[in-house]
């Protein structure tokens, strides 16, 4: 398999690893992904495989992600560790690379950071952050907004997703991401000069 010639094949596989609202949420970010792609300049080819393969572990028993990672050479942090929702971006990420062969580290950081960012994120990374929020089917409080934002600005878009992130999660009394904490700072600094 070539890395970037197979989304056929990569939605066949998606198919057989997740139900079904999981995989059609997975076809219709790979849709968005391409759009805000080619939209905002990014390689297009590499957000539909990273679009859809972003979810691969999603559905994959805790103790196989965990199992895998570790054979991956990945050693979760305390905070990881208690946020066993947030292992599926990392596990998905060593699964792209250790079981498809796809070794590009931009394809790699894109799925790696999906749910939480990071500072320094490239554009392929940012594309695939907001096409996450943004699929065809996502219909959560303030979708439509960020659906807007994101035809907009890409930054605006990060902006409101970042937040989004944070604020939902101390609503729910849990642990933020330190990479999270550090996109929106960076974003709100780079904002602000």
Known sequence: MTELSCYEEY??????????????????????????????????????????????????????????????????????????????????????????????????????????????????EKVIFIADFTGEERDYNGAEEMKQAAEESLEKAMEIGLAFSISDLVSRRMTVATETLDAYNELMMNKNI
Request: charged content about 25%.
């Open 11 to 124: 939605k066949s596989l998606i198919k057989t690893k997740m139900g079904e609202k999981r995989y059609i949420h997975s076809v219709n970010m790979a849709k968005q992904a391409v759009h805000l792609a080619e939209k905002y300049g990014a390689d297009v080819e590499k957000a539909e495989t990273a679009g859809i393969l972003h979810d691969i572990t999603k559905e994959m028993p805790e103790d196989e992600q965990l199992q895998l990672m570790k054979k991956s050479g990945i050693i979760l942090t305390k905070l990881q560790m208690t946020a066993p929702k947030l292992w599926h971006s990392i596990s998905g990420a060593c699964y792209i690379r250790d079981v498809l062969n796809i070794k590009d580290e931009d394809i790699f950081n894109a799925v790696r950071y999906h749910t939480t960012g990071r500072s320094g994120m490239s554009l392929l």
